[in-house]
């Protein structure tokens, strides 16, 4: 899995009660490049969206977010998630990722968390809240303390700073939100939404 968020380490950061328009908007970023999309779970018809991406875009590396209990899990296994994310993390919920074997990027901030992981054989997780804890300038720091340790920053990262996290070793990937704003999908402007994954693209170049 860190091999294929190293061929798409910008990963959109989606909410959707709608499936047509999950269906657009994932249309859109797949085309543009975007492959890996993790849909968050915090809509009634998250599920139905994630199952209607999969089953429409076979090839994408389509995953669930705020996954914070075991069912959830075992929910988003069932229609064939290909990753899990969560915003924290517990014992349980690693355990049963292993168990039923889905991909499972846990939530780390503080070095209690990132060493909690550790005890637990997790050396790739999940850095949130990026900007409120310290943004690239702390992983930069953790790059000392926690060689082995990888990550995907999310939470307040923006186009004017994702390259900068990028730029660091121990980033694999990261996830954000902001090329699929909410008023763009309130106003259903895809061109716009289109626009932002350009912009990503010609930047991951450079």
Known sequence: MIEIFKKSPVIPV???????QALKVSEVLIEQGLHSLEIT???PDALKCIEAIIKKFPSAN??????VNTNQLKQVKDIGCSFTVSPGFTK?????????DIFYLPGASTPSEIIQLLELDIKFQKFF???NSGGYKMLQTYANIFPDIQFCPTGG???????DYLSLNNVVCLGGSWMVSNKDLQDMNYTNIKNSAQLIMRRLRI
Do not use: M, P, Q, Y
């Not at 389509?62 to 996954?67: F, K, Q, R, S």
């Open 41 to 43: 779970l915090r809509t």
């Open 92 to 100: 349980k919920l690693v355990n049963e990722a292993k168990k039923i």
């Open 14 to 20: 989606l909410t959707f009660n709608d499936i047509n």
């Open 129 to 131: 809240h990026a900007r």
């Open 62 to 67: 389509v995953g669930a977010g705020t996954i």
């Open 157 to 163: 990262i923006n186009s004017n700073d994702f390259t």
